[in-house]
T-cell receptor, first 113, second 114 residues
Framework: GQQLNQSPQSMFIQEGEDVSMNCTSSSIFNTWLWYKQDPGEGPVLLIALYKAGELTSNGRLTAQFGITRKDSFLNISASIPSDVGIYFCARMNYGGSQGNLIFGKGTKLSVKP | DAGITQSPRHKVTETGTPVTLRCHQTENHRYMYWYRQDPGHGLRLIHYSYGVKDTDKGEVSDGYSVSRSKTEDFLLTLESATSSQTSVYFC?????????????FGSGTRLTVV
């Protein structure tokens, strides 16, 4: 129930293409977060979602909180070279003394050769 | 910048030696976290702290210990480094228990155990 399944694991983009990725789990959640990691850096928060069905945009990025509360989608429109990196979904995990963030394994975006 | 610094940025050490990684923040945030990142596994939580001297284990805590003697510093120690602990280690901070704006991450420490 704690695992987050991200797909695809990797993808190649050509400048100008739209990109879609998703994250699923067998458990329901109240919060979905999407992060991006540039090479050699730590992850940076892109979008946070708090309600089932919520659709939120951040520039060319759009993320949706699935209506079942078990999935989330991230779309990038008109991709540019600086979009390359690893995209992680994350959710809050409540256990132990406090909560913490659990991350998916990531979707790696690379530029088509 | 968010005011979070990890040191060292790179380290090579020998199997069996102790290693300490440092995370320093200037944001006065209560919560601090150590994650490791490995290919095919994403980011996995090692330990976290919810206040000075208050710490708890994460998903992959075996072989690691932590200490937080003051708000700004969170230390991760590998008592006896093994090759399986070769990884990139990230520290993160957050202001609240349920961070509505997520965590802020440091730039990472690349540790190689030979």
């Amino acid at each position: 129930g704690q695992q987050l399944n991200q797909s695809p694991q990797s993808m190649f983009i050509q400048e100008g293409e739209d990109v879609s990725m998703n994250c699923t789990s067998s458990s329901i959640f109240n919060t979905w977060l999407w992060y991006k990691q540039d090479p050699g850096e730590g992850p940076v928060l892109l979008i946070a979602l708090y309600k089932a069905g919520e659709l939120t945009s951040n520039g060319r990025l759009t993320a949706q909180f699935g209506i079942t509360r078990k999935d989330s989608f991230l779309n990038i429109s008109a991709s540019i070279p600086s979009d390359v990196g690893i995209y992680f979904c994350a959710r809050m995990n409540y256990g132990g003394s406090q909560g913490n963030l659990i991350f998916g394994k990531g979707t790696k975006l690379s530029v088509k050769p | 910048d968010a005011g979070i610094t990890q040191s060292p940025r790179h380290k090579v050490t020998e199997t069996g030696t102790p290693v300490t990684l440092r995370c320093h923040q200037t944001e006065n945030h209560r919560y601090m976290y150590w994650y490791r990142q490995d290919p095919g596994h994403g980011l996995r939580l090692i330990h976290y702290s919810y206040g000075v001297k208050d710490t708890d284990k994460g998903e992959v805590s075996d072989g690691y210990s932590v200490s937080r003697s003051k708000t700004e510093d969170f230390l991760l120690t590998l008592e006896s480094a093994t090759s399986s602990q070769t990884s990139v280690y990230f520290c993160a901070i957050s202001e609240s228990f349920e961070p509505s704006d997520g965590y802020t991450f440091g730039s990472g420490t690349r540790l190689t155990v030979v």
